[in-house]
């Protein structure tokens, strides 16, 4: 079993840019679907994105595509989520979670493991 941890989240104008990390313990993130969502109050829990066990591919909703990237360091068992031009609908509590399954989900119920989240707020 593995262990999640985010930190990195903070309160930035738009246009601005914060890196979110997911550091693991426990088990190694290559062995899983490293998968980041997204809660703003009142809303569901939303798929970012995610990044393969291999760490050689990545996916992401649309409404990030080209502002967000996932990146993973193996040595550091950390998965990283780079947000540039940040926008007052990206405020929310950003988890990272982990998949023991071969398939990309964009369900959170599909993800086994959970982080306890980090709140991105940004201003307009």
């Known amino acids: 079993q593995v262990q999640l941890v985010e930190s990195g989240g903070g309160l930035v104008q738009a246009g601005g840019s914060l890196r979110l990390s997911c550091a693991a313990s426990?088990?190694?993130?290559?062995?899983?679907?490293m998968g980041w969502f997204r809660q703003a109050p009142g809303k569901e829990r939303e798929f970012v994105g995610a990044?393969?066990?291999?760490?050689?591919?990545?996916y992401y909703v649309d409404s990030v595509k080209g502002r967000f990237t996932i990146s993973r360091d193996s040595a550091k068992n950390t998965v990283y989520l780079e947000m540039n031009n940040l926008k007052p609908e990206d405020t929310a509590i950003y988890y990272c979670?982990?998949?023991?399954?071969?398939?990309?989900?964009?369900?959170?119920?599909?993800?086994?493991?959970w982080g306890q989240g980090t709140q991105v707020t940004v201003s307009s």
């Open positions: 426990g088990r190694a993130v290559a062995n899983y679907m």
């Open positions: 990044i393969i066990r291999s760490g050689t591919s990545t």
């Open positions: 979670a982990a998949d023991a399954t071969f398939s990309l989900s964009r369900s959170p119920s599909t993800y086994d493991y």
